[in-house]
């Protein structure tokens, strides 16, 4: 046996909407249905559903964490409204990010949600050709720059911003990823392609051409995401957070400490995920390589980051003004997610193969 636990046939369904009733809606405390006994039923929803940039969701459904929790976990697909979904009930967890910060400036939406988590680190960085003359984000004032979708515009406009450049000083222009932004490229569409880091390796073996990576130090921290609930659920089922954020963290012990079960779970989970095992396992390494500091923090926010993150957002004129960080988060539950035999889950992963 490979595993400490024998991988099942996934129960986890990808849904094409909201799951809504289908996830126990309402009822129960903090609109988790969980009778006695029986598993309690969550909907999740990470903002962008791509598996490679959400690894451990799909991880701890494929070596069994969330069973071992008494979890029922489905995922959703939900893209950017996923704080609306949790308020409404639709959803029970869903993983956002830092584009959340302008929504929070509203004390009305940020009273009734929490990260108690934060899992990733993704730096958004612009890329372009290795032979093109644009050096820095600064550089592309005046430029076309591609964006994946146009809800991914706010983000370019932050990056750019806080490189000095204001907005209506470049153009963004939605032309797709990975491919479709390769070729917009090559055909002079656009002068550079705003996306995850994680999107660089895919780009080089799609390019014929090296390409550039140009980095922003003063967005370096921007997009962080984890997992969120809503202050009520927090209240009123917080046993049941705990155990999803120990499936969780359990999950993230694997993917960082065995990049290739890692991989080949995640491939055995959801075959889309990624072309091959190759693909998988790359996709595994850049996420470690972006992310590790956030798994060595046990996922605990740190406070800092995120009113330094803020106060950009208040200067660069995306909110009025700052506002306290811990508005967004709290860490009240890291310590009660990680009691559990963190030294032994290291072993068992490093030594399965």
């Given at each position: 046996m490979p595993y400490p636990r024998a991988l099942r046939v996934p129960a986890l369904a990808l849904a094409l909407g909201l799951l809504g009733a289908a996830c126990g809606g309402q009822g129960g405390q903090g609109g988790i249905d969980q009778p006695a006994g029986e598993p309690a039923e969550l909907a999740i929803a990470p903002t962008a559903p791509l598996p490679a940039y959400w690894p451990f969701y799909y991880l701890a459904e494929g070596l069994g964490f969330y069973e071992e929790e008494n979890l029922q976990v489905e995922v959703a697909t939900v893209r950017g409204a996923v704080q609306q979904a949790l308020i409404t009930g639709r959803l029970q967890v869903a993983g956002t990010g830092l584009d959340y910060i302008p929504q929070a400036a509203d004390e009305s939406i940020s009273d009734e949600l929490k990260y108690f988590m934060i899992t990733d680190n993704y730096p958004w960085v612009m890329i372009t050709f290795e032979d093109s003359p644009y050096q820095t984000a600064a550089d592309l004032r005046g430029r076309r720059i591609g964006v994946n979708d146009p809800h991914d515009t706010f983000d370019a406009e932050f990056l750019m911003g806080a490189a000095g450049v204001p907005q209506g000083e470049y153009e963004l222009i939605p032309v797709g990823e990975d491919r479709a932004a390769l070729v917009a490229m090559e055909r002079g569409d656009v002068d550079a392609f705003m996306g995850p880091y994680l999107a660089v390796n895919t780009l080089q073996e799609l390019s014929e051409r090296?390409?550039?990576?140009?980095?922003?130090?003063?967005?370096?921290?921007?997009?962080?995401?984890?997992?969120?609930?809503?202050?009520?659920?927090?209240e009123n089922d917080r046993d049941v957070v705990v155990r999803f954020g120990r499936a969780i963290a359990k999950a993230m012990i694997w993917q960082y400490e065995n990049p290739e079960v890692a991989a080949r779970t995640l491939l055995e989970v959801d075959p889309t995920s990624a072309a091959d095992f190759e693909e998988a396992l790359d996709f595994i390494e850049t996420t470690n390589e972006w992310n590790r500091s956030r798994y060595e923090a046990r996922g605990r926010v740190d406070p800092e980051i995120y009113q330094t993150m803020i106060d950009k957002h208040a200067e660069l004129g995306f909110i009025e003004e700052p506002y306290p960080?811990?508005?967004?988060?709290?860490?009240?539950?890291?310590?009660?997610?990680?009691?559990?035999?963190?030294?032994?889950?290291?072993?068992a992963a490093r030594n399965a193969s």
């Open positions: 090296p390409i550039r990576v140009i980095r922003n130090e003063a967005a370096e921290n921007y997009y962080n995401t984890g997992p969120m609930v809503t202050v009520d659920t927090l960080a811990d508005r967004l988060f709290t860490n009240e539950l890291i310590d009660a997610i990680w009691d559990f035999d963190v030294e032994a889950e290291i072993e």
